[in-house]
């Protein structure tokens, strides 16, 4: 049995499927970990989502920010913009039951046997293991609760950027989902800085890869996480970043956790061209 860690597939459905042949993936056997972002901006969201919710226990996913995107838009939240390419999952037959599903994907997922935490973008520096599995639990009992709809009209914004155990309410689940799917750099005490989307070495004096940060409480962890075409598939101690830009001409990557030594990758034929 392996279990394999894929990057942002980003609706890029052909690729996926070149790379699941590649990975010779028996889902009789084999098990597949997404870091989330499964759809938008390539051109085949649906069929993505449709096969990784048609894989059951053998596929897990984290949510990324274009999936909760797609969530805000579903419910009125926002309007879609120009780049999105979503509107087949809202106006297909089982578009319900996709949503539904979606939505109670984890927002971090963690196996003591294997030794890896999988989230989509990043974790704050203050936090533990404990404390992100606490407060990823405690976020996806809001998108799963009756109060998922009033937070989805008040998820979006960049404060607060520091955490403290203190916040609470709308504020605190804002902080949380906000170091999950959109953390790329942070400045030395922690706080979370959203403009800077380039590679390491090119972000502005004072911020740091949230995972070269400070006194960061997780360094001890194996983190596989997506969200960084820029930076693209990288490996540090600990560090398993595995967005290559599939949808901007780049690659689609995966890595064995059980053996992550060995890399797989195909490259895009469903570039973006704008």
């Not at 959203?194 to 740091?208: R, T």
């Given at each position: 049995?392996?279990?394999?860690?894929?990057?942002?597939?980003?609706?890029?459905?052909?690729?996926?499927?070149?790379?699941?042949?590649?990975?010779?993936?028996?889902?009789?056997?084999?098990?597949?970990?997404?870091?989330?972002?499964?759809?938008?901006?390539?051109?085949?969201?649906?069929?993505?989502?449709?096969?990784?919710?048609?894989?059951?226990?053998?596929?897990?996913?984290?949510?990324?920010?274009?999936?909760?995107?797609?969530?805000?838009?579903?419910?009125?939240?926002?309007?879609?913009?120009r780049s999105d390419?979503?509107?087949?999952?809202?106006?297909?037959?089982?578009?319900?039951?996709?949503?539904?599903?979606?939505?109670?994907?984890?927002?971090?997922?963690?196996?003591?046997?294997?030794?890896?935490?999988?989230?989509?973008?990043?974790?704050?520096?203050?936090?533990?293991?404990?404390?992100?599995?606490d407060c990823a639990?405690?976020?996806?009992?809001?998108?799963?609760?009756?109060?998922?709809?009033?937070?989805?009209?008040?998820?979006?914004?960049?404060?607060?950027?520091?955490?403290?155990?203190?916040?609470?309410?709308?504020?605190?689940?804002?902080?949380?989902?906000?170091?999950?799917?959109?953390?790329?750099?942070?400045?030395?005490?922690?706080?979370?800085?959203?403009?800077?989307?380039?590679?390491?070495?090119?972000?502005?004096?004072?911020?740091?890869?949230?995972?070269?940060?400070?006194?960061?409480?997780?360094?001890?962890?194996?983190?596989?996480?997506?969200?960084?075409?820029?930076?693209?598939?990288?490996?540090?101690?600990?560090?398993y970043a595995l967005?290559?830009?599939?949808?901007?001409?780049?690659?689609?990557?995966?890595?064995?956790?059980?053996?992550?030594?060995?890399?797989?990758?195909?490259?895009?034929?469903?570039?973006?061209?704008?």
């Amino acid at each position: 049995m392996a279990v394999y860690a894929i990057g942002d597939v980003q609706g890029c459905y052909a690729s996926l499927q070149r790379l699941l042949e590649r990975l010779r993936f028996d889902p009789g056997r084999d098990t597949l970990w997404f870091a989330g972002d499964l759809i938008n901006r390539g051109p085949q969201s649906l069929p993505v989502l449709r096969l990784v919710r048609s894989l059951g226990e053998r596929a897990l996913t984290v949510l990324g920010n274009h999936d909760l995107t797609l969530l805000a838009v579903a419910e009125g939240v926002r309007q879609p913009k120009r780049s999105d390419t979503f509107h087949a999952i809202l106006t297909a037959p089982d578009r319900e039951e996709l949503l539904h599903w979606l939505r109670r994907q984890p927002l971090l997922h963690h196996d003591a046997a294997l030794g890896f935490t999988l989230v989509h973008a990043g974790l704050a520096p203050q936090w533990d293991l404990h404390q992100a599995q606490d407060c990823a639990a405690e976020l996806e009992a809001v998108l799963q609760g009756p109060a998922y709809r009033d937070f989805i009209f008040q998820m979006f914004g960049s404060e607060p950027r520091r955490w403290r155990d203190e916040l609470q309410g709308v504020e605190r689940w804002r902080f949380i989902v906000n170091c999950f799917t959109r953390l790329r750099y942070c400045h030395a005490d922690g706080a979370l800085n959203f403009s800077e989307k380039g590679p390491p070495g090119s972000q502005a004096a004072g911020l740091w890869p949230w995972f070269q940060a400070p006194g960061r409480r997780n360094a001890g962890l194996n983190i596989v996480f997506g969200h960084w075409a820029s930076l693209g598939y990288y490996r540090a101690p600990g560090i398993y970043a595995l967005d290559s830009g599939c949808v901007w001409g780049g690659r689609l990557t995966a890595i064995r956790l059980d053996a992550p030594e060995q890399v797989y990758w195909v490259g895009c034929e469903e570039q973006r061209r704008t």
